[in-house]
Every structure is written in C-alpha cells, then in structure tokens.
C-alpha cells in the first residue's frame, strides 16, 4: 500500500532554503495538485504545530506534518520531500528536520498500513541513511517499493 500512496509524483527533493511552514506547504503541494487536499489542510497542519508544539517530530530529523480529515482531506495520500537544507521546526535548533512525510487521512483508520509500513523503513537505519542521501526521487521510490 505504501508504495502505491508514495510513487515518484508525491516524492520531492529541494536544495532551497526554507522556513519550516514554507516545508510543510512545499510538502504538501503534490497532494494539492492531485486534489487530494484543499488549501485549508495545508494552514490546518502548520495550525496545528503553532497550537500543540512539535508534536510532528517524530524521530531523528523526520517531520510527519497532519491535521483531522474534516479539516480539508479529500482523499487518503502521503507525500514526502527531502531537503538538503535542514529547518528548524518552530525556529528551535534542538528541532533539526530535513525529512518531511505529509499525510492527508480522510479517516481514523486507512492510513494504519501505510504508516505501519513507512515507520518500518523509517526505523530501518540503513534504509533510513539511504533516503537522507537520495540524489533523485527515483532512488526514494526504489528504497519505498523494496519493502
């Protein structure tokens, strides 16, 4: 399931230098391009990190940016940007990311096995290493498909 959410439209790498919210808009854009979000889910997840804090980081340099599925979900899908500059989530140093995951669930359970699957790479770190230094997206999808 994961590889048929995260094929090579929905995976970004950016040299830019960007602010946290610019990489939770620029993580999301595929999903808004394939009418799988609205402009509103998009202020909803970066809402949400102003609101609750950081609760987005969920593990070395990784971001999985989300808001409820009321809030402008249209359709289940995941998209991923890598970047080669890191940003700080909320302007904190101690909050270092360059992996951003965003996911758009239209309910509370659809999403599980994409993200069980996701969380297993993630947790990989050989796989883990492998995607922090892609060069292209294609080399993203591959690690994606092998599992």
């Known amino acids: 399931m994961l590889s048929e959410l995260l094929t090579q439209d929905y995976i970004q790498i950016s040299q830019e230098k960007l602010t946290w919210e610019e990489a939770i808009r620029l993580s999301a854009q595929p999903l808004l391009t394939k009418g799988k979000i609205t402009d509103s889910y998009i202020e909803a997840m970066i809402n949400k990190v102003k609101e609750f804090g950081p609760f987005i980081h969920i593990g070395e340099e990784i971001a999985l940016p989300?808001?409820?599925?009321?809030?402008?979900?249209?359709?289940?899908?995941?998209?991923?940007?890598?970047?080669?500059?890191?940003?700080?989530?909320?302007?904190?140093?101690?909050?270092?990311?360059?992996?951003?995951?965003?996911?758009?669930?239209?309910?509370?359970?659809a999403h599980l096995q994409a993200l069980s699957s996701l969380t297993k790479i993630l947790s990989d770190k050989k796989k883990l290493t492998a995607i922090m230094t892609a060069d292209t997206v294609e080399d993203i999808t591959n690690i994606i498909r092998e599992n």
């Open 66 to 109: 989300h808001a409820r599925p009321e809030e402008g979900v249209k359709e289940l899908g995941l998209a991923m940007l890598l970047l080669e500059q890191p940003v700080y989530l909320l302007d904190d140093p101690e909050r270092e990311i360059r992996l951003f995951v965003c996911l758009a669930a239209n309910d509370n359970t």
